[in-house]
């Protein structure tokens, strides 16, 4: 008697926040596939930008920075990170460690708020953001 032979199980799971783990044996089939579609013109790149604003615009009057000096640094990365793949790492880093120097409190936020599942340029920021951080965090 010879036994029935079955298809092999085939399991596709897509989305933008895919977190777990797939056990799968035999001849089981398992597509997993990751991705967002933010792009630096979507409202939540304009949104982070928003935000930042927002927080300089309510920070208390400082004698050593001038809110529209830190501005002019979140409108320097701003433009410079919108060019996506073009954009020049070296300046954004760069930028961001000023902005560090002038004003920590923005660049905490710019930190907590690229979180979740992010792609491209977003991702860099962060990356930088975090570097920053971990590297004014060192110094104190």
Known sequence: MSKDKKDPLFIHITGENVVGSINADGHAKVDVSQGSAYKADDENFERLFELLEAKIKSR????????????????????????????????L???????????????????????????????VLQKIAAKVKAESEKKD
């Open 60 to 91: 208390p009057e400082d004698p050593n920075v001038d809110k529209q000096e830190i501005q002019e640094q979140v409108n320097q990365i701003k433009a410079e990170a919108a060019q996506e793949e073009k954009a020049n790492l070296n300046k």
């Open 93 to 123: 880093e760069r930028w961001i460690q000023n902005l560090s120097r002038m004003a920590p409190d923005i660049v905490d936020v710019m930190a907590a708020s690229l979180v979740g599942p992010i792609s491209g340029v977003a991702a």
